[in-house]
C-alpha cells in the first residue's frame, strides 16, 4: 500500500570511516539510492553488497535517533522521516576574490614608481571584492604583483547581512520581562517552559535576551514560527541583535540559499536557526534554548506524510540536548497550560492597556457589516478587519431549482475569485444572504485546484437567475472605506503586503486568520472580525479554542504605539454573544477560559487526557476503499470509530477512523499493528493510508 512505502532498515557492508549519520548512495534492485546508516553491527546472516559511494555530508547521530523516534511515534517510515534531514540539493556558488597586495593606489605610484591608470587605480581601491567585468584588467595587476586573485566560496544569503551583532542593543526590561529573563537563565537543564504574555507584553524582547545569554555561554538557539510571512520580521529582529551568527531557513527561499544556509549551520559558522515548521529539523548542535513562538498555532502541524508536530519534535531535541524549551503564546493551547511551567508577562511592555473588546450582535442586522462597525472603520486611521473566508463568495446556485455548483473531483462547492459587485447592490447595503452574480471571475476548488468559468445560465432549468452566498475577503475587501490592503492565502507577496501597511499612513488591511498571527503595528486604532461564530460550527472539539484564540490574537493588533492615550478599539460582529469562547475573549481573559475548556475536556475525555489517532482510507474506487477501511475496522480496538464516508477529493474516494484512548503509546500501537496487519494484501493495493496523530 502507497502509505506503507519500504520501511527498512537493509544491511550493507560497511566501508571505512562511515558510521551512524553518513550518507552514502546504495544499490537496491536495479536503482541507485541515497541512504542514512542508521546502526552498525559485527555480524550479518546475508551476503552484504557495498554502497557505490559515500557522500561528502554526514547527518548528527541525535539527528538519526531524531528520524527513528518521530517514525515511531506518527506511525510514518523511517526513510519519509530521515529525508526530511538530508541537505537541500544543490552546488556551491565559488566566484573569483580579488584583493589589493601592498598600499593603497594613490602611494603606489609614489613609493614604487609603478604608473596606473585612472581605471586602475579605481579597481584597486575598490579591493577586497568580488570579481567583475574588468576579471582582464585585474589580472594584469595580478601579473604585476599589485592584486591577489582565488577562487572562494560565495555564499547565497537570503537576507541583507545585519549591520552588525551591536546594531541594536537591548531594550530596557519591564518587572515582569526582567523576572522572566532570570526564570529562563536558572531553569534547569531541559526545563519546559510556557511564556504566557498577553499580545504587546515583549515577549520577543525575552526571547533575545535568553538567546543573547545562551549564545555567550556557547550553545545554539533554534526559533520556530508559525508562518514564512513572519520569518523576516523575526530574523530582522535577531539578526540585528545577535548579527551574522543568525541563519533562516523555509520553503520560500531559492534552492542556493536553502543549501548554502543548510550548510553555514551545518559547519556551526551559524548559531541560531530561525524558521517556520520544518527548520525545527535544521542541522544545529549542542542547543541549549528552543523557542517556539504563538505556540497556538496549527500551522505547526504538517499536512503531509510524515505527519508530524513541530511543536513535539522541538520538545524531542530540546530533551536530547538538555536545553531550555521555551514556547511562547498570549493564547496558549491547552495541552501546554496544563503540562508546562508558566512565566507570566500579564501587562503590555509599553505600559498600556489592551483595548476594549465589543461583541456586535448581528441577529437583527442584515448588511454584512455592523452600523456601528462601519462608523469606526471610516473614523478610524489605521485598522485590521479579519474574514477567515477567502475569495468572494463561497458558493454558487441557481435560485430558481437550488442547483448548486460543486467540483467536478470533490465533493465541495466551488468557490467564486475575482468576482465584482452587482451595480444595483447599494454601497453598505450588501445582503448576508443570496446576492445576484455579476459578469466575470473563476470558480475555483480549494482542494484540488479546478478552475472554470462562472456560468451565465443554469445547466438544469436553463434559468439565468444565478447568483451566489456567503463573503470572502475579496468580496469584503471592495465594501470597505478607504484604501485596503489584503492579505490571504490568494496573495503571493505576503511579506511585501505587510510592510507596505506597516508604512503606509492609513488605510485597511483585511484578511484571514494570518493577520492576526504575531504582527506588530503601530497606529492601528481599530480591529474588526467579522462572523467571529465561523469557528464555532465546525465539527470539531477545538472550535471553542480557537475561536477564542482567533479574537484575541486579533484584539491584541489594535492600541499598539502612536498615542499613548489612545488604547484601541475592537468589534467582534457575532450572532452568539453568550459564547463562553467570545466572553472570555472579550475580557483578555485565558485564564478562564483554559480552566473551563480544561475541565470540559477532562469530563469529555478529549486531548490532552486522551490521545486521538486517525486513518483515512484513500482510492478512486469507492467499494476498494470501503473493503479496506472495513477490513481495518476488524483491526482495531472495538472502541474504535467509523469507518464514516467524508467528502470525496481529488477523485479519491475517502473513509476514516478514529481511535481514542488515555495512553499515547499504546493507542498508537494498537492503530500500527492494525494497519500492519492488512499491508500487502492483494485487494487493498493502491489505497493510500493517511495515519494522523493529534489531528488538527
Known sequence: MTARAVRGPFDYARPDGVDVGSVVEVPFGRQRLRAVVTGLTDASEHRLKAPIRVLDVRIAPELVRLALWMADDVVSTRARCLE??????GGERRRLWAERVGEPADRIARTTGVRLTANQRALLDRLPDWTGPDTAALRRLEARGLVRIEERTRPRRPDPPAVGPTADGPLPLNPDQAAAVDRLAAAPDGSRILLHGVTGSGKTEVYLQA?????????????????????????????????????????????GERRDEWWRLHRGDARVCVGPMSAVFAPVRDLGLVIVDEEHDPAFKHDGDPRYDARRVAAWRATA????LLVGSATPRPESWAALERVSLPRRADGRDLPPVEL????????????????????????IVLLNRRGWATSLECADCGHAWECPNCDVSLVLHGGRRDPATADGDVPSGFTPLAPGGTLRCHHCGHRERPPTTCPECRSVSIGHHGLGTAQLAEQLPGHVFRLDADVTDRAGVLDRFGRAEEGILVGTQMIAKGHDFPDVGVGVVVDADATLRFPDFRGQERTFQLVAQLAGRAGRGGDRRAVGRVLVQTRAPSERALRHAAEHDAEGFLAGELERRAALGYPPYSTLVRVTCEHEDERRVDRTAMDLRLQLPRDALGPAAIFRRQGRYRRTLELRGPQRRATVDAVRRAVDAIVGRPEHRGVVLAIEVDPR
Open 321 to 324: 540536548d538538555g536545553a531550555t
Open 360 to 383: 456586535v450582535d448581528m441577529r437583527r442586522t442584515r448588511t454584512v457589516l455592523h452600523p456601528d462597525v462601519h462608523r469606526a472603520l471610516v473614523d478610524a486611521r489605521k485598522a
Open 211 to 255: 538567546a543573547r545569554r545562551v549564545l555567550d555561554a556557547g550553545h545554539a538557539v533554534l526559533v520556530l514560527v508559525p508562518e514564512i510571512a513572519l520569518t523576516p520580521q523575526t530574523v530582522a529582529r535577531f539578526r540585528r541583535r545577535l548579527g551574522e551568527t543568525v541563519a533562516v531557513l523555509h520553503s520560500g527561499l531559492s534552492r
Open 84 to 89: 526530511l534531514l538530508l541537505p537541500p540539493e
